[in-house]
């Protein structure tokens, strides 16, 4: 990785952690290690906005969800996340998200949130990278109830970066203000059943249950999975630009587990799913699993 790429990481790094405080361009330098203005310059090189622009989405997402999950009131959201006036952060929320925040509070709809994605996310799995063993891999059994999930399908697409190419990665920003009660998205692979016809295997989308299914945004599906038991491997934290490798060291652990030393076989009837890939908790993907 480029020395230009460290210190725009370091930044977004700086400016998520720093989200309800001043962020300034020279807080900025100090983390890059470069100039002011170089740091801006290669700011908006690799990320395509400029700090200013690149803080105020992530803010107006970090307000949102707090509409969304608390009842705190639309002052206290605009001026915790360094809005200096409320009537400009009605503006600024309405314009990022087409809605007013008083409105959103009352009655949430799906937004496109910002997502700061890693500018290193787009690189694609190595040809020949070599995975060193994993020294350590959560396996836990778990009960998944019957439940709905809102998808969203692709093409043609086998994996998370065909799925990019053809759905947008802008999808996920979406998927996250329709999670509720501390759920994530989820991407799935499909048995054929849950497929239609000139669609993708892998899917990206939330589970939900009938009592948050607030509005199914147009161009999403729903389906409805039964219950069923999952085995859950859980990879070691890894370092956020590291995921490739981290993703890569699972599933080779995960093809060289059989399940019928613990009394399961795999269950092709239902989907695999994979969770974002979170440095700090590690990677983690479910297999549906079935009793022998």
Known sequence: M?????????MQK?????????????????????SPWYSARLFKQYTGLSPADYVRRLRLSHAALMLRDSDKRITDAA??????????????FYREFGCNPKEYAMHPVPLYLFTPYGVDYKKDFKENTFVENVRN???????KPQRAVIIKRGKDAQDYFAYCEEVGCDIWGLLTSMCANNSEPVCMWLPEKYRTPGTSRYVQGVEVTDDNISEIP???????LPQSKYLMFQGEPFEEEDYCEAICALQ????????????????TENPRIQLEPIGARGYIELLPVRPL
């Open 2 to 10: 480029s020395e230009h790429t460290k210190a725009v990481q370091r």
């Open 14 to 34: 700086y400016i998520e952690a720093s989200i309800d405080s001043p962020i300034t361009l020279s807080g900025l330098a100090e983390v890059s290690h470069f």
């Open 252 to 267: 080779a652990a995960v093809k060289k587990y059989n399940p019928e030393a613990i009394g399961y076989a795999y269950d």
């Open 79 to 92: 001026f915790e996340l360094g809005f200096g006036s409320v009537d400009g952060f009605q503006r600024a």
């Open 137 to 143: 891999v959560f396996i836990q059994v778990i009960d």
């Open 218 to 224: 147009e161009g999403f599906d729903k389906i409805v």
